[in-house]
C-alpha cells in the first residue's frame, strides 16, 4: 500500500514524519499489558486510518479492529479485515453500508443506546434477511453516549436484540480517564470501568441474555488497568502514536510520541520573541488537548530535528498557515538560533486530530522515505 | 469540475452542504463595496480551496488570487488562474514549486519579510535565470508576520529586491481587527491598516522604490473600510461563505452564513439535556473560535435542516465523531424534539477550518446534489 517513494528534494513542509521504531515500542508495550492480562485488544484505528500501520498492530491481517466512520470500515475490509466493531452509535442512514459489509463476509457489529434504534436496526435486519450484530453502550462516568448501569432499558434493549439474535454484548468508553493525572484516578477509573461492565453483564445474564463481548476502553485505562476480569476485549487507538495529551496523563514519556509535524522556519519577531514557522493549525489542528491540563503546550512542542524537544519552546499560537513558537510564558529558556529554512518537529497535543490533518505518513525506510496513506473523511 | 452527481440514499453524514445562493449574496456584497471604493478585490481562496467556487467569484477565471499553499496555487494555475500571490512567508524548500510555475507562464508573487529571505529568493531567480516577484510583508497590529512601519530593514530589503527587479510591493494583514466587535473599531482598524500601508509606500518612494502593490486586507477590514486611498488591492477570503467568528463580529448576520455540516442525531441523554450527533470534531474542526466573543457559540450554531437556528441550541462538546448537543447555559429554551435518525445543520465557528475538514461541498443545484471537490493539504 506504499503509495510512493519520496524524492526528500520534493518534499515541502509541513509534513506528518512517522518514527516506526517508536511507534513499534508503544503497540508492543500496550500488547504485552493485555497479553499479561489475558484480555483480547481491539485496537482503534481511528487514529492512524492507515493500513500500513494497523498491518503493524497484527500478526495476521484480519482484526480485531474498532473504526469511528463506516469509510474505515469498508476501507480495512478491503485489505481483509472481518471483524470491525463500528463504535458510534448507529443511525438509520448508515445501515446500508454496513448491510454491504455485511454481505461482502465481514462482520461489522453496530452500537446503540435507545429502544428506537434497537428497533431500526432489528426492522432492517428483517427486511434484508440479515444479522446485525449489535452491541449496546453503557456510560460509566457521564462523558458521553450510553445507557447508565442501573436503567431498565438496557435489559429491554438487550431483550429485543437478543430475541432476534442480534445482541453480541457491551461496550463502554471511559472517557473521563482523561481528567486523571495522577496514577491512583486512572487505576480507579479502569477499575470503575471493568466492575461497571461486570456488574451490567451479571444484570444481562439474570435476565438469561449471554452477553459474548464486554468492550471496554480508552487509552489511559488500557494501560492502567490492574485487573480486566470478566472483560472480554479492550478498545484503545492514540496509544500507538501518543501524544501531548497523553504524556501529560503520565500515560507515556515525551520521548515516546511517534508522529510529529515537520516545519520550516518562515521568519521571526525578534521584538516580539518569536519565531515564525509554515505549522499552522491546517498542520497541527485547532486541538488544545493541554489547556486544560497542568502544562499547557500550546499547539505542541517544538523540538529539533533530532527529536530532542528545545527547552520550553511551544507553538503558542497559530493561523492557518503560520505557526508561532515562543517560550513557555514564565520560562527563563532563550529561543534557539533557528533561521530561515531551518527545519523542526513539533510533536502534537492530540494525535487523532494532528493526524487527521494530513494525506498520510511520511515514513524513513532504511535510507528512504516512504509515504503512507491515510483513509480520512467519512 | 463537478465530480459526480450525488444520490440522496447514498449520502451519509456528516458532509457539507454549501448553499451558493447565500455565497453568491455574500460574494456580490464584498464586490459592490471594493467597487464603489475603487479598489481590486484579490480574493483569499484559502477558505474554499475550490475552483467550482472561486470560478463564481470572477467574471474571467483569471484571478487575481491569493492563496495559502503552493498546492492551491498549483491547482488553480491548472485551472487557468494566472495571477497568484503566495500570502506565505517563502522559506527556500517552497522555491523550486514557485519556479515551476513561473516557468509555465502563471505569476506568483512570494511573501518576504527578512534580508535573509530576500537573499535566498534573489540567489535562487538569478540562478534559475528568472524573475521572481516579491513582496515585502509589514505589521500593521503585531499579530504576526511583517516588519513595523519605522523599521529602517523596510528600505534596505525593498532595494535588494529593487535592484534585482523583484520588488512587487508592500502586503499587510489586519488580523487584529478579529478583536474588534464594535463598528468604529473595525472601521478604525481599516484605516490604520490602510494609513500605515500609504505611509511605508511614501518611505519607500522617497527610496526612489515604487511600489506597484500596496495590499491589504482581512475579511472585517475589507468590509468596514471607508476610504481605500493609496492601496491597490484587497484581500480576504472567509467573506464568500462566512461564519460564527464574522456574525460575532457584526460582519455578517447568522443568515449569511452558507456552509453548515449536516449531521444525524444517533441518540440523547435526557438526565444531561443532551442531543448526540455524528458530527464531532473531525467533522466540526477543533475551532472554537467564538470562545473569546460575547457569545461562546461552542463547536456551532444548530439548526433545522430548513436553515432556522433552533433557540439557544448549540454543539457543547465533541469528541471525534461525536457532537453534543445542548441549549446554552443560562437560556430557559426546551432542547427540540429531535429524534434518531432526526438531521440537522450547523453552522460553523471558522468556515476555513470547517471546511478543511472535508473533501468537498454538496452543492443543491436545481433538483439535483453535486459535488465540488476541494484541494486540501500541501
Redesign the interface.
Known amino acids: 500500500m506504499v503509495l510512493a517513494m519520496i524524492n526528500l ?7 506528518l514524519l512517522l518514527d516506526t521504531a517508536k511507534m513499534t515500542r508503544n503497540i508492543d508495550r500496550l500488547q504485552a499489558h493485555m497479553d499479561k492480562l489475558g484480555v483480547t485488544l481491539r485496537p482503534h484505528v ?1 487514529t492512524a486510518k492507515s493500513i500500513d500501520v494497523v498491518r503493524r498492530l497484527f500478526t495476521n491481517g484480519v482484526g480485531p479492529i474498532t473504526v ?3 469509510k474505515e470500515a469498508e476501507y480495512f475490509a478491503e485489505h481483509g479485515f472481518t471483524d470491525i466493531t463500528y463504535a ?7 445501515l ?2 454496513v448491510l454491504e459489509l455485511l454481505r461482502s463476509g465481514v462482520t461489522v457489529r453496530v452500537l ?3 429502544m ?2 434497537a428497533q ?1 436496526v432489528v426492522s432492517y435486519a428483517q427486511k434484508a434477511g440479515v444479522t446485525i450484530p449489535a452491541l449496546l453502550e453503557i456510560d460509566c462516568d ?1 462523558e ?2 450510553g445507557l ?1 448501569k442501573n436503567d431498565p432499558k438496557i435489559v429491554e434493549i438487550a431483550q429485543l436484540l437478543h430475541e432476534n439474535n442480534q445482541f453480541s454484548g457491551i461496550l463502554m468508553h471511559a ?1 473521563g480517564s482523561y481528567h486523571c493525572p495522577d496514577k491512583a484516578a486512572k487505576e480507579a477509573a479502569a477499575e470503575h470501568e471493568r466492575a461497571t461492565a461486570v456488574a451490567v453483564r451479571d444484570t444481562l445474564q439474570k435476565a438469561d441474555i449471554d452477553c459474548a463481548t464486554v468492550s471496554v476502553g480508552s487509552t489511559p485505562t488500557a494501560h492502567f488497568a490492574k485487573n480486566l476480569s470478566g472483560v472480554t476485549e479492550v478498545r484503545a487507538g492514540v496509544y500507538v502514536f501518543q501524544d501531548l495529551v497523553m504524556a501529560g496523563l503520565h500515560v507515556c514519556a515525551l520521548s515516546d510520541i511517534a508522529i510529529s509535524v515537520v516545519a ?6 525578534p ?2 520573541g518569536w519565531i ?1 514557522t ?1 505549522a499552522g ?3 497541527l ?4 488537548g493541554t489547556a486544560q491540563q497542568e502544562l499547557d503546550q500550546g499547539y505542541g512542542v517544538v523540538c529539533a530535528m533530532d527529536g530532542t524537544p528545545y527547552q520550553d519552546l511551544i507553538v503558542s499560537s497559530t ?4 505557526g ?1 513558537v515562543a517560550v513557555r510564558k514564565g520560562s527563563k529558556a532563550k529561543l534557539p538560533p533557528l ?3 531551518d527545519q523542526v518537529r513539533i510533536l502534537p497535543n492530540h494525535a ?2 494532528t493526524a ?4 498520510g505518513y511520511v515514513v524513513p525506510d532504511n535510507n528512504e522515505l516512504v509515504f503512507w496513506p491515510r483513509i ?3
Chains 1, 2 share one sequence.
Open positions: 528534494a520534493d518534499l515541502t513542509t509541513p509534513y481511528k469511528s466512520t463506516l458510534v452509535g448507529i443511525s438509520p442512514d448508515k446500508p453500508r446503540l443506546d435507545s428506537a434504534q431500526a457521564g458521553r453516549a447508565t472517557g520550516t522556519v518562515i521568519g521571526d519577531r521584538d516580539k515564525m509554515d493549525w491546517m498542520a489542528s485547532r486541538d488544545r493561523s492557518q498557515e503560520h508561532i533561521e530561515v529554512g487523532c486530530a487527521s490533518q494530513f494525506e480520512n473523511y467519512w
